[in-house]
């Protein structure tokens, strides 16, 4: 059978080469220097909102009057429903040449080995300024199955205006002046019933794991491509009950049992009834929507850190950029990835607003200071177990999720939320 | 359908057939052909869409399918190992009696709130009637998931309707009170959203088969001084009773196998407490990438309705035979 579906797409693959040199021959005829590259075209699939449309414009000017005869076919895709996309696209007979995966979908297809192996060419493709954390997500077993693109990490957002009307002169450096200063916005705000110092809805399971890294803590340990959770160590608990307390201080009406995206917190925050949120720098865009006055009174802060005047390491969110194993176009597909890691559009990314992936310099992002406080503390970017299994426990069923709302709301206490959580965890990761 | 025509017309001896001419003819052999050229494009296309597809997940479920095999177009037979994995997993029987329980108590709602709807309906009066129908059409025609948003809006912990009219009624222990913290409230939810869906077709299709009740039976009724529940298990049970039969089928194929809502209100949780079959079938199968062993739980599935339907499929082959004979 398998022998038969090759055959097949073997005379399909001809027939429809020969066909293509038929279309062009008229003009391609003579013997002319395009050689090997003669109509060759690079599929790139890069996500809807990742590099900004001057960025793609560029480079695919500079990579087709570098490659004669190469035309890049750029489609944009949507991140909903992009994993089946992907499947199916990987399984057929034409793939692109070029994909863009989210880091925590990364080791899925790292691990089916349906990517091309990198390992060799880090080097060229600026290796030795990668993110740390996009890194981590492209590796499988030992080897570098996609490069880092760019990441994001979320910060604290806050009303210039209110924080001033409140006495509070500097954005908080340590989680106790944090504490503080909703005290001090809940004192002046306070009587508006309506008024929250922070929004914190009880599933952000990103500001989660920042708690819990800052306390040197992580949900799972690596032994290979093993993971074993370990969210009942003393650590991963400090940081759950951290949140707690986050959640009682700021008096915070927001849904326990819901993340950040239902109800839209940024909707909530442009109300302008709300002091603080945990978020994406791009989230203000959002908030200011239907408000644009509010843009100029929202600045960010990084996530505090416990050791006053350090930043709490964030979860870094982000995108890789992988080469599938059976496109026809490795190598020019590599040189495609060489050009978009290369310093000139990594600084291009970074005015966009965006972490670059390999490239250090994030002068670009300083200019603003809520771009700035995502930079800031970028430099302590960490990572989602790199395991296949995890884009299945982002699809659905997030076991930490479930230990926050049930710790928040009392159904469980400390020690049977994370037992149970941890359980999950390694339940999901068993696959 | 036939209960309701065996009542229309009252049964006795078949009309004569029409006194036929001559000897009986052979028929040509285009004419035997002609009904089954007629039904060809029917067959084969359901042979193309619906059989093939069926023995493709069959053939799945007996190789290990994931992402690399895929991609790579390998076929790797394992025999009966994904039926193993499925069948040694708790979780799997978990899910399968919290599936035929939650269809069981949807499909029992469902049908019982259409019959009951379907007989108010038989009595009211012109305006009302037509209200009701508009508002039944209504809740059928909104489209899955815009019901599934209102409905969680309308249980959301801090902003739902429900909650706030709660406390306004007096009952403050519902001010921030979660619906869906616990697996079985989630799922209480979920059921109501789903019979407000179904309950629609349910009644019309039950309410099509009082309205083909004739009237002169029911005056009879009343004549012989049946009560109105007599008269309701005595004339228009007989005539529905074969339209709820299917409407009862329908729903326990419809419900059996809902997703988007499910999905939609929690992905299944808190904790996997909301986790049905279908949901199960595309956490492992297509989040997870194990296309062999979804297939296994899709075949497992396939299982489960027949023997939840095999009474209806029985009745169904038996009345086929009935008419032919």
Redesign the interface.
Request: hydrophobic residues 30%; negative net charge; glycine residues 14%.
């Given at each position: 059978?398998?022998r038969w579906?090759?055959a097949i797409t073997g005379v399909a693959a001809v027939a429809l080469a020969t066909a293509g040199c038929a279309g062009s021959g008229g003009s391609g005829g003579g013997g002319d220097d395009a050689g090997q590259n003669e109509d060759r075209t690079l599929t790139v699939w890069l996500m809807n909102g990742s590099a900004p449309e001057t960025l793609t414009d560029a480079l695919h000017k500079e990579f087709e009057q570098t490659h004669d005869g190469v035309t890049v076919k750029y489609e944009v895709q949507e991140w909903n429903g992009i994993?089946?996309k992907l499947?199916t696209a990987?399984?057929g007979q034409n793939?692109p040449d070029i994909i863009e995966l989210g880091n925590t979908q990364a080791p899925?297809?790292a691990s089916?080995?349906?990517l091309t192996d990198l390992s060799g060419d880090v080097g060229d493709l600026n290796g030795d300024q990668w993110l740390e954390s996009l890194k981590a997500s492209g590796e499988w077993d030992g080897k570098q199955y996609s490069t880092p693109f760019y990441a994001a990490n979320r910060e604290v957002l806050y009303r210039t205006d209110m924080f001033e009307q409140a006495g509070i002169t500097a954005p908080p450096t340590s989680r106790q002046e944090w504490l503080d200063a909703i005290t001090k916005l809940k004192a002046k705000f306070g009587s508006d019933p309506q008024f929250q110092a922070l929004y914190l809805p009880g599933q952000n399971w990103y500001t989660l794991l920042s708690f819990i890294y800052d306390e040197g803590g992580d949900i799972a340990e690596k032994d290979g491509t093993k993971f074993t959770a370990t969210l009942t160590s003393d650590e991963a608990k400090a940081g759950l009950e951290f949140y707690k307390q986050l959640v009682e201080a700021s008096g915070t009406?927001?849904?326990?049992?819901?993340d950040e995206q239902?109800?839209e917190q940024a909707g909530i925050f442009g109300q302008g009834k709300v002091a603080m949120m945990i978020g994406l720098p791009w989230e203000v865009d959002t908030a200011t929507k239907d408000a644009p006055d509010l843009k100029a009174k929202i600045s960010g802060f990084p996530i505090p850190s416990k050791n006053a005047g350090e930043t709490a390491p964030v979860f870094q969110g982000g995108s890789n950029l992988a080469i599938?194993?059976?496109s026809a176009n490795a190598d020019l597909a590599k040189d495609y990835l060489k050009l978009m890691l290369s310093s000139k559009y990594q600084t291009m990314l970074a005015e966009a607003g965006m972490v670059p992936g390999a490239s250090t310099d994030l002068s670009p992002l300083e200019k603003n200071p809520v771009s700035k406080a995502m930079a800031d503390a970028s430099q302590n970017g960490r990572a989602v177990p790199a395991t296949p299994?995890w884009?299945?426990i982002e699809?659905?069923?997030n076991?930490l999720?479930?230990m926050l709302?049930?710790y928040l709301?009392g159904?469980k206490d400390l020690n049977q939320a994370t037992a149970?959580a941890n359980a999950?965890l390694d339940a999901a990761f068993s696959? | 359908m036939t209960a309701t025509a065996q009542i229309v017309v009252p049964a006795g001896s078949p009309p004569p057939a029409p006194p036929r001419a001559g000897r009986p003819r052979r028929a040509g052999l285009g004419e035997r052909t002609i009904p089954y050229l007629l039904l060809a494009p029917a067959v084969v296309t359901m042979l193309v869409l619906l059989g093939w597809p069926m023995v493709q997940v069959i053939g799945i479920s007996f190789r290990r399918l994931?992402?690399?095999e895929?991609?790579?177009?390998?076929?790797v037979w394992i025999g009966l190992e994904n039926y193993r994995e499925v069948l040694a997993d708790p979780e799997v029987w978990t899910v399968v009696a919290r599936t035929v329980l939650f269809t069981a108590a949807v499909v029992a709602a469902t049908v019982l709130a259409g019959l009951l709807l379907a007989v108010l309906m038989r009595h009211l009066s012109g305006g009302v009637r037509v209200a009701l129908q508009v508002t039944l059409v209504l809740a059928w025609a909104t489209p899955i998931l815009a019901t599934t948003t209102v409905f969680?809006w309308i249980f959301?912990?801090?902003?739902g309707i429900l909650n706030k009219t709660l406390v306004k009624l007096g009952f403050d222990s519902f001010a921030?009170y979660?619906w869906?913290?616990?697996g079985t409230s989630t799922l209480t939810v979920i059921g109501m959203l789903i019979i407000w869906q179904a309950v629609p077709f349910v009644c019309f299709t039950i309410y099509a088969g009082l309205l083909g009740t004739p009237q002169e039976l029911y005056e009879a009724a009343s004549m012989d001084g049946a009560s109105p529940w007599q008269a309701f298990a005595n004339v228009s049970w007989p005539s529905i009773r074969p339209l709820v039969t299917l409407a009862t089928f329908l729903s326990v194929i419809w419900d059996f196998k809902v997703f988007a809502q499910v999905?939609a209100i929690r992905?299944?949780?808190?904790?996997?407490g909301s986790?049905t079959l279908p949901?199960l079938l595309y956490?492992k199968g297509?989040?997870?990438?194990?296309f062999g062993v979804a297939s296994a739980i899709a075949v497992l599935m396939i299982l489960v309705l027949l023997v939840l339907t095999a009474r209806y499929l029985q009745l169904l082959l038996r009345s086929r035979e009935a008419d032919l004979s």
């Open positions: 059978m398998k579906t090759k994993q089946d499947t990987l399984g793939p899925a297809f089916q080995e349906v009406t927001a849904p326990k049992d819901n239902t109800p599938p194993v059976n299994t884009a299945t699809a659905g069923q076991p999720k479930d709302t049930a709301t159904a149970d999950a696959g | 994931d992402l690399g895929l991609v790579r177009g390998e076929v969680q959301d912990q801090q902003y921030g979660s869906f913290s616990s999905w992905q299944g949780g808190p904790d996997g986790t949901l956490l297509v989040a997870g990438r194990h």
